[in-house]
């Protein structure tokens, strides 16, 4: 089964800095799709960055980027320049072209 | 262009009760995906439904049945409602069944006394 794992619970950053998620993913599959949420306090899940596994190019989205390192199985997500508004709950998710699965969340604190 | 809207926006139930929770699609959609998301957790996928069926289904039991209407939109029934039933439910509309591009819908929150 495929499993996404986010070691990280909380987060926090510093008002114009930089700061990486951390996300690891289990599969036995070479094409699926690999994805960044954010769920601020108003619930609605807001996608952040989405990478296409047979896509060798790192997804960048302005200050969002992605770390994909398939081998490894690993999905970090990097947000520069951090601002008051990036404060949420992120979650990392997998999709095998039928469902998606979702890692626990980190919740990410912007210090002003 | 309306988004993805879910209604109402909290519910609660006692043990025992059924419950059910309505889905629109966003403009253009035609599948509608459910999702359970517990406290600290992340979503859970619950089934989706495409062309009025079911077409996939996660790890829930058959108290969680759905129905989709002609209009695309969709409702999620939850019987014998249990206190771990208790969780934000979200659903999500795309284009497609076999689509990772999904849109997600507000959320209802449930809470099982």
């Known amino acids: 089964a495929q499993t996404v794992t986010q070691s990280q619970p909380e987060m926090s950053v510093q008002e114009a800095e930089t700061v990486t998620l951390s996300c690891t993913y289990d599969?036995?599959?070479?094409?699926?799709?690999l994805f960044w949420y954010k769920q601020p306090p108003s619930r609605q899940m807001i996608l952040v960055i989405r990478?296409?596994?047979?896509?060798?190019q790192n997804a960048t989205e302005n200050r969002f980027s992605v770390n994909f390192q398939k081998a490894a199985k690993s999905f970090s997500l990097k947000i520069s320049d951090s601002q008051l508004g990036d404060a949420a709950m992120y979650f990392c998710?997998?999709?095998?072209?039928?469902?998606?699965?979702f890692g626990t969340g980190t919740s990410l604190t912007v210090i002003p | 262009d309306a988004g993805v809207t879910q209604s109402p926006t909290h519910l609660i139930k006692t043990r025992g009760q059924q419950v059910t929770l309505r889905c629109s699609p966003k403009?253009?959609?035609?599948?509608v995906s459910w999702y359970q998301q517990a406290l600290g957790q992340g979503p859970q996928f619950i089934f989706q439904?495409?062309?009025?069926?079911?077409?996939q289904r996660g790890n829930f039991p058959d108290r969680f049945s759905g129905h989709q209407f002609p209009n695309y939109s969709s409702e999620l029934n939850v019987n014998a409602l249990l206190l771990g039933d208790s969780a934000l439910y979200l659903c999500?509309?795309?284009?497609?069944?076999?689509?990772?591009?999904?849109?997600f819908g507000p959320g209802t929150r449930l809470t099982v006394l």
């Open positions: 998710a997998y999709h095998d072209g039928n469902q998606f699965y």
């Open positions: 599969t036995s599959e070479s094409d699926y799709y």
């Open positions: 439904y495409y062309e009025e069926e079911e077409r």
């Open positions: 990478q296409e596994a047979y896509k060798q």
């Open positions: 999500a509309s795309s284009f497609g069944f076999r689509t990772d591009t999904q849109y």
């Open positions: 403009s253009g959609h035609d599948t």
